[in-house]
């Protein structure tokens, strides 16, 4: 009966063991390394191909974003024109379906009825809180940004997707800049985005983004005007509206680049590889 119960508490202890072993990531995430970050307008999953407008074929474009995404293994990323969840947009949730496959945490944004662009954020860590804010818009249609808190083994820090209006408001799109500075306060922040705002220093919302925060691809050694870091269209790159601003004494870049082509989205991601300072 001792030797039988003896057995039986050896059991359970490897039962326990094992159990525990279950609650520990395979590849838990560390610290090592950089932080890679993303930004992408991904078009609402849907390209044109170019040709006449007679010739002209739509196609939705998942499993080519998917493969752009996971060629650079993002840690934390900031989608633009991510609504895709009703009928004029194939009805389909790619936020999700994207998480799913790149095992991330996400946060959606603004809810389908209320007939936005969509702005998500997506993240490697737990999201610790999330806050969509619909941007001034007293001329044109509305645009929100979202910002989240999440968990990392860096610290706590705000991450923020947002999507301006075209250079059609330019008084709309100042407004939307100085309020996306406001939701970001004080915070140690990676702020990412089609702010749809060439590098001017005669546009104010460019003059207020850049000022107020550290430019990744300009800390990563690069020139505004170098075409590398121009991002639309992807099939012909003649301009810089996605940027990667980070909040200022709290970051170095050690790298930052375009990724993409026409196939994945109308626009290029913008990469970068920052670290804590």
Do not use: C
């Amino acid at each position: 009966m001792r030797k039988t119960y003896s057995v039986l508490l050896l059991i359970l202890t490897l039962i326990s063991i094992f159990s525990i072993s279950l609650r520990i990531p395979v590849n838990p995430e560390t610290s090592e390394g950089p932080i890679r970050v993303l930004t992408y307008n991904i078009h609402q999953y849907f390209i044109e191909e170019i040709g006449e407008v007679s010739d002209t074929e739509g196609r939705y474009i998942f499993r080519e974003l998917l493969d752009t995404i996971e060629k650079v293994n993002p840690d934390i990323i900031g989608l633009q024109e991510s609504e895709g969840a009703r009928i004029t947009t194939g009805n389909i949730n790619g936020i999700m379906w994207l998480a799913h496959e790149l095992d991330m945490y996400f946060y959606y944004g603004p809810s389908t009825s209320d007939q936005i662009y969509g702005v998500s954020v997506l993240s490697k860590w737990p999201i610790l809180s999330e806050q969509t804010e619909f941007l001034p818009a007293e001329e044109s249609i509305e645009r929100v940004a979202v910002k989240v808190k999440i968990d990392t083994p860096y610290g706590v820090f705000s991450v923020l997707s947002a999507h301006f209006q075209t250079n059609s408001y330019k008084l709309d799109r100042t407004n939307q800049a100085q309020a996306l500075i406001d939701l970001v306060g004080g915070d140690r922040a990676i702020i990412l985005g089609d702010f749809n705002t060439r590098v001017n220093d005669s546009d104010p919302a460019f003059n207020l983004l850049n000022t107020t925060y550290n430019s990744a691809w300009l800390y990563a050694g690069n020139q505004y005007t170098s075409p590398d870091g121009y991002t639309i269209d992807a099939y012909d790159p003649r301009a810089k509206i996605d940027y990667i601003f980070l909040s200022k004494g709290d970051w170095s870049v050690d790298k930052a680049f375009t990724i993409g082509n026409r196939y994945a989205s109308d626009h290029l991601g913008l990469y970068a590889e920052i670290n804590p300072i």
